[in-house]
């Protein structure tokens, strides 16, 4: 991540620049991290759900060349399918949310103790600054 003050290149879960001294978020930063990684999970999961739809047109129209009647009770079942699986993809990007939340409340306290630790530390780093 990139430091609020300086824009100085800083590690993800920094609570201060080594640049300027400024403290860091690093909840915030924590927070941004799994909100990120959630996302592309659910992207992942989109991306194959609809790679699957697309993989499985072709072949019903083949079908349908073939024998209408079969390819319409195919278009039907497939239907039918999509309808099943809803609320179990609309469960697993529920429960993929609660979990990501759960997981940034548990580790808050944890990061902000972190936090507080490296102040003293973070001090030390703004003495320095300022004496350059
Ligand atoms: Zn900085």
């Not at 548990?106 to 030390?124: C, D, F, G, I, S």
Request: glycine letters at 4%; a positive charge; hydrophobic letters at 40%.
């Amino acid at each position: 991540m990139h430091c609020s003050q300086c824009g100085a290149e800083v590690p993800d879960y920094a609570t201060f620049c080594s640049n300027c001294g400024a403290t860091l978020k690093p909840v915030d930063a924590f927070a941004k991290t799994v909100g990120r990684v959630t996302k592309s999970a659910l992207d992942t999961t989109a991306r194959a759900l609809d790679r699957a739809a697309k993989g499985v047109s072709p072949a019903i129209e083949r079908a349908g060349r073939a024998v209408r009647p079969a390819a319409d009770e195919t278009v039907r079942a497939a239907k039918e399918v999509a309808k099943a699986a809803k609320p179990v993809v609309e469960t697993t990007v529920r429960v993929t949310k609660e979990t990501a939340e759960k997981v940034v409340k548990a580790a808050k306290p944890a990061v902000e103790k972190a936090a507080a630790v490296t102040e003293e530390a973070a001090r030390k780093v703004k003495e320095r600054a300022r004496k350059r």
